[in-house]
């Protein structure tokens, strides 16, 4: 059997709705794309998925069907815009967002068998703080935490951090400020969830940067596309260009822990 390579597992979470989670996961994903890397976006939000929707794609499969044993994971693997592969959810269905033991398994089994084909696996969570949320969330290697300037957004994303810091020892956060007006305002979203953790938290947060309120993104999601494919030189897309190139310089993972099948199977333990 041949070495399993190393793949990069992130996953974009914010606690809050409506705070550009999914475009955010989204035009990463497509920027590392860009960049050469072989990316998988999952549309992790079980039960209510939306990347599909965001961009307007109708998958022919779904997880559901994955989990069915209906089908294989590269029955379900949709092209995205970029070169990027998507891995759509089942929307509305309520069975989704309560996996059992057996269709764990099957999950794991799934993405195993996908592993040679990804450097970059991108995991748009749901919104809130569910039990689902922190299992996908705890068992990537990386957590990008997405947060606007407003009170609801940074409290919600600091009990993220908490949660998961005090109950699963996760230390390290990569936080990203969107919808910000100024470049300053996106160091000041910084500030305030910086400050909050360190006087309450063991845990290291990083600025990834700030993607500002840019009416182009408006316009791409009106047109269900992604505004990095859309409008490549609009503001917003060169930010998330700008943090695509951060991501791209972090260190491959070398430890058991960057393969795929150890995500999959801390997703499962966590889940149970």
């Given amino acids: ?48 998925a939306n990347v599909d929707i965001l961009l307007g794609i109708k998958p022919r499969n779904t997880l559901e069907q994955v989990l069915q044993g209906a089908c ?25 967002a309560d996996l059992q033991p057996t269709e764990q398994a099957g999950l794991i089994h799934a993405f195993n068998e996908l592993a040679d084909e990804v450097d970059v696996l991108v995991i748009d969570t749901a919104a809130g703080i569910s039990h689902h949320v922190i299992a996908f969330t705890r068992a990537a290697q990386e957590v990008l935490i997405v947060v606007t300037n407003e009170p609801t957004s940074l409290t919600d994303a600091f009990a993220m951090i908490k949660v998961l810091n005090k109950n699963y020892g996760v230390h390290r956060f990569h936080v990203l ?19 909050a953790s360190d006087r309450f938290l063991d845990v290291a947060l990083v600025y990834l940067g700030a993607v500002p309120w840019d009416d182009y993104l408006r316009k791409s999601v009106q047109r269900q596309k992604a505004v990095c494919d859309v409008y490549p030189r609009s503001p917003s897309a060169l930010a998330y260009r700008a943090v695509a190139q951060k991501i791209k310089s972090w260190p491959v993972p070398t430890s058991a822990r960057g393969h795929l099948e150890f995500f999959m199977d801390r997703l499962v333990q966590t889940g149970r």
């Fill in 177 to 195: 400020a969107n919808m910000a007006r100024t470049p300053q305002e996106g160091h000041e979203v910084f500030s305030k969830l910086s400050h």
């Fill in 1 to 48: 059997m041949a070495a399993m390579r190393p793949v990069q597992v992130i996953a974009v979470t914010g606690g809050k709705g409506g705070v550009g989670k999914t475009n955010s996961a989204v035009n990463i994903s497509i920027c590392l794309a860009e960049m050469g890397k072989k990316v998988v976006l999952l549309d992790a939000d079980l039960g209510l």
């Fill in 72 to 96: 294989g994971l590269n029955d379900v693997l949709v092209d995205g815009p970029g070169g990027i592969r998507i891995v759509p959810a089942a929307s509305g269905t309520q069975s989704m």
